[in-house]
């Protein structure tokens, strides 16, 4: 008996779908087999990873608060994704957008005005945007590869980051930690939701998911998009300018994770500080793929990847498991994913080949 | 500028560089054959704990290096497996790879950090190693340095001068041809790809063995990238590769001693160094398209199904 793959006549519609849930009940399956290996009780463990922080308000408060960023990001990510543009520096976009953000609100420490914070979103923004410009630029003027750039210039972002909180940007009563002086309430995003850290950031990331949804369905730029990834031959044939798009994916992800940056630092952290985040931006990338690129599914995705980070932190409390669990299972789900999406173009069939091969 | 500074210089570029070389000519033999790996990374630092684990509870460095190799190849089977027999996307399949490895190096580790080993020990040939100069730089080197240089030699001979090399090389720039001839393109691609694994996991096991004998979470800190720009920068040539290698050690040198000379610039100004040089290299190589396109496998990243 053999089992081997069959190209499917037309890909399935539904398997682009049913591909993510399989892929979450393996890694649960597989993570049940790993938590065993660690040597604590599975379901025990898995009811701390993934019921325990969600069982209670602020618990929920705080996945909205992880998937923020997460969501961002992965919306920006899956526009170029779409297009076959590899934008995996999102983690320096994000960092930059916290510096130009957190530079602002360190700027006008002083004064109260409700201007402050749009004029920080946008410097985050502008921050994102202008570190992706980078590879956006050198892509279209040398050809070069935007996935080495753009993930060369997260390792320069953070070191940027690293010199400016020990330089610069310390705060001057600090006892020389490195740390920004705690932003000035007029820099701090507004909560939403009294008693919980949940901030005015959810509701923008998912007005950014709606923008991105009209632009992908919508718009004549999504439309292209859609097409330079799925046919790049027919693209230049309907004349799609390619560098234009290399331009506006690698801006607007970047805009996106800047924007993610200065939330991340206006809203729950409220100063600048060494670590921005814990690997948003590489994280973010599984978010696309498991969302289906999709800006609904980014954000079922991101609440999902949310979780694991809430989860890895009640998993070292409650069962004293090494935080690195939800890394591991981060990378699990995406392989499972990208395993179970052989099923969307071919489908499993078990038996000898050679009948197929007489009625050829 | 005197010996007293060159020597312990140049100590240091070969101590940057041999992981580099490791990784990077690992990358080729993959690339060669058609299959583009972003997972060296992952391989690296999964084969980094490995190695240092074995090293650390058994003490053996023959043992240790063994595991580091077997660590990067079984990170590299994961990859191997989802592109070739289920014909995932590369791209993403590699990025997978790498954050796995960083999430799993972790956990592994977890016991690990803190704790020490004495080191590689170096070849020791009494009268040889003893020589002022060349002796500690050319006879007093680890077992690893060694082996990078003969990976170098060896890959070269064998990617040009032998069947298989020659097999490999049809499977990469066109494997529908390779597989009419009946090569079989998955499992030629499957040895390439363990070969890249084995060998970004000697890489990671020069790190945590050699290079800075402890482990410390992400202690890869984007080598493996650079290893994959070194390959572009190679022209997918092992030997260029290798002095592509002691190039970006000698970067680290700069950024080493820049503050001994009175260099007043912040240390991590000079940390970004590595990664400055590496996107303008990119750049320099990439600027001529046709010369990037008649040196890259022409079959790159593409997948292959047989009867398909």
Redesign the interface.
């Known amino acids: 008996m053999l089992i081997?793959?069959?190209?499917r006549g037309e890909a399935s519609r539904a398997m682009v779908y049913q591909s993510p849930l399989i892929a979450v009940v393996l890694t649960l399956l597989a993570s049940m087999v790993m938590f065993w290996i660690l040597g604590t009780n599975p379901l025990q463990a898995i009811h701390a990873f993934f019921i325990e922080p969600i069982s209670t308000l602020d618990g929920l408060a705080e996945l909205l608060v992880k998937a923020t960023p997460l969501v961002l990001i992965g919306i920006g990510l899956s526009l170029g994704f779409q297009a076959n543009i590899?934008n995996?520096g999102a983690e320096g976009q994000l960092t930059l957008g916290a510096i130009f953000g957190g530079v602002l609100a360190l700027a006008f420490f002083d004064v109260d005005t409700p201007f402050l914070l749009p004029a920080m979103l946008i410097a985050g923004i502008i921050g994102g945007m202008a570190w992706a410009a980078i590879p956006a630029f050198?892509k279209t003027r040398?050809?070069?590869?935007e996935?080495?750039?753009s993930?060369?210039?997260t390792?320069?972002g953070l070191?940027?980051l690293?010199?400016l909180i020990?330089?610069p940007l310390r705060d001057p009563d600090g006892f020389n930690f490195p740390e920004s002086r705690l932003f000035h309430d007029a820099a701090v995003l507004p909560i939403i939701f009294e008693g919980t850290r949940l901030h005015i950031g959810w509701l923008i990331a998912l007005f950014v998911a709606v923008l991105a949804w009209i632009l992908i369905v919508k718009h004549i730029i999504g439309f292209q998009i859609r097409v330079i990834g799925m046919a790049p031959a027919a693209a230049s044939f309907a004349g799609f300018k390619e560098k234009r798009l290399v331009w506006l994916t690698l801006l607007m992800s970047g805009g996106a994770a800047g924007l993610a940056g200065v939330i991340e630092v206006a809203g729950p952290i409220g100063q600048i500080v060494p670590v921005v985040s814990p690997g948003y931006g590489?994280?973010a990338?599984?978010v696309a793929?498991l969302g289906r690129l999709h800006p609904i599914g980014v954000v079922l995705a991101g609440l999902l990847m949310a979780l694991t980070y809430l989860g890895g932190d009640s998993a070292q409390i409650t069962m004293n498991l090494?935080?690195?669990?939800?890394?591991?299972?981060?990378?699990?789900l995406?392989?499972f994913l990208?395993?179970s999406?052989?099923l969307i173009?071919?489908r499993i069939k078990i038996g000898s080949?050679r009948t197929?091969e007489s009625t050829a | 500028m005197n010996v007293d500074f060159i020597i312990p210089a140049l100590l240091t570029i070969i101590t940057a560089s041999t992981p580099l070389v490791f990784a990077a000519i690992g990358e080729i033999v993959v690339e060669k054959s058609g299959v583009l790996n972003?997972g060296i990374e992952g391989m690296m630092i999964v084969g980094a704990i490995g190695a240092f684990a074995v090293a650390v509870t058994t003490g053996d460095p023959t043992l240790a290096i063994l595991a580091g190799a077997l660590s990067g190849m079984a990170l590299a089977f994961?990859f191997g497996f989802?592109t070739l027999f289920?014909?995932?996307?590369q791209?993403?399949?590699g990025?997978?790879?790498t954050?796995?490895?960083?999430?799993?190096s972790?956990?592994l580790g977890?016991n690990f950090v803190g704790q020490v080993f004495s080191g590689l020990p170096k070849l020791n040939i009494p009268g040889l190693s003893d020589l002022p100069g060349i002796g500690p730089l050319i006879f007093g080197q680890d077992v690893l340095v060694y082996l990078s240089v003969a990976s170098a030699v060896l890959v070269t001979w064998f990617l040009s001068r032998t069947r298989w090399g020659l097999a490999l090389r049809a499977v990469g720039e066109n494997h529908n041809a390779a597989h009419s001839i009946g090569f079989s393109v998955t499992m030629i691609r499957l040895a390439a790809v363990l070969f890249g694994g084995a060998m970004a996991g000697l890489g990671g096991a020069y790190l945590s063995l050699a290079h800075t004998p402890l482990w410390v979470?992400n202690m890869s800190?984007?080598r493996g990238?650079?290893a994959?720009?070194l390959v572009?920068f190679a022209s997918w040539k092992p030997w260029r590769a290798f002095f592509g290698a002691y190039l970006f050690g000698g970067i680290t040198i700069i950024q080493l001693h820049a503050q001994g000379f009175g260099v007043d610039v912040?240390s991590?100004?000079l940390?970004?160094l590595p990664?400055?040089a590496?996107?303008i290299v990119?750049?320099l190589i990439?600027?001529d398209?046709t010369r990037?396109r008649l040196n890259a496998p022409a079959c790159l990243g593409r997948s292959f199904?047989a009867?398909?």
């Not at chain 1, 040398?142 to 590869?145: E, F, G, K, L, S």
């Not at chain 1, 090494?322 to 699990?332: I, K, L, R, S, W």
């Open positions: 081997r793959l069959e190209p590899w995996i050198l040398y050809n070069t590869n996935i080495l750039t993930l060369m210039l390792y320069v070191l940027l690293s010199y020990h330089g590489f994280t990338i599984i793929f090494p935080n690195a669990v939800t890394g591991v299972f981060q990378g699990m995406l392989f990208l395993a999406d052989v173009r071919y080949a197929r | 972003l994961i989802l289920l014909l995932s996307n791209v993403a399949t990025l997978a790879l954050l796995f490895g960083i999430g799993f972790a956990l977890h979470e800190a984007g990238w650079i994959l720009a572009v912040p991590q100004i940390s970004m990664y400055l590496t996107i990119l750049v990439s600027r398209d990037a199904h009867s398909g």
